[in-house]
């Protein structure tokens, strides 16, 4: 069987070269993921870290295991710029905190009420303005790093955001129990929060593109994508306490 043109190509190459070649693949997984986080984030420091990850995969690709260059080149750079990110850890602990008091708040509503909290019961609930419960949505929705490009997009990409940066170990988004949780917690979101995360994780819409689609501000989408994470939180608490 003949080598194929990529593969006869990559064992000519040396991985300075390779470097050289695949920049603009940095780049461009750069600002995806840049899109994604808060301003405090810098494109240049992703691209920094990614060309690091980039030059690791041209010094360890083996052509002979299937996989092209660029497919085992992105999952290296993302990582990278993944494990940078988290090496800054830059969201304080009263986020954290505030967090898990909205997340609570919203379960103990939903299991006296038997229906979706509503935004003005939990601020509320909470002791706090309607604005400064918003406020706590969008912190919520900018701070989750979500690496939902490890796993990819729907349910694994949700699974790995509300637990692969918020609560826990990766480990555990081994196991299927999980998956079926919070697959079954999506599908009880609200129609809104429900077509956000699906446009956000199975559609890779940003912010700005699912408020164009839904016509509100990108504020607004950012609100309630906050709220549909929370809200998912609260209703797997359950589910994490008997594990």
């Not at 997984?29 to 690091?52: E, K, N, Y």
Request: with cysteine.
């Amino acid at each position: 069987m003949q080598m194929s043109e990529t593969r006869r190509e990559m064992v000519a190459t040396t991985p300075a070269e390779v470097v050289a070649q695949h920049t603009s693949l940095v780049r461009r997984i750069a600002f995806h993921l840049v899109s994604r986080l808060p301003a405090t984030v810098q494109v240049d420091d992703l691209i920094q870290s990614g060309m690091i990850g980039l030059l690791e995969a041209a010094r360890n690709f083996e052509p002979t295991h299937g996989a092209s260059f660029e497919t085992f080149a992105g999952i290296r750079i993302r990582g990278a710029m993944l494990d940078e990110i988290r090496r800054q850890d830059w969201a304080p602990r009263s986020l954290f905190r505030k967090m898990r008091q909205v997340s609570e708040a919203m379960r103990e509503i939903e299991n006296t009420e038997a229906r979706d909290a509503r935004d003005a019961e939990v601020a509320t609930k909470l002791g706090i303005s309607l604005d400064e419960y918003h406020r706590i949505l969008k912190d919520a929705s900018s701070h989750k790093v979500f690496s939902t490009e490890d796993l990819g997009a729907g349910v694994d990409g949700i699974a790995d955001g509300l637990f692969g940066r918020l609560a826990g170990p990766l480990e555990s988004l081994e196991s299927e129990e999980l998956r079926a949780s919070i697959a079954r917690a999506v599908a009880s979101l609200p129609e809104r929060e429900k077509l956000v995360m699906s446009l956000y994780y199975d559609q890779e819409l940003n912010l700005r593109e699912i408020g164009d689609l839904m016509g509100v501000t990108e504020s607004r989408v950012c609100q309630i994508h906050g709220q549909a994470v929370l809200r998912l939180r609260a209703r797997l608490r359950d589910w994490r306490e008997m594990h």
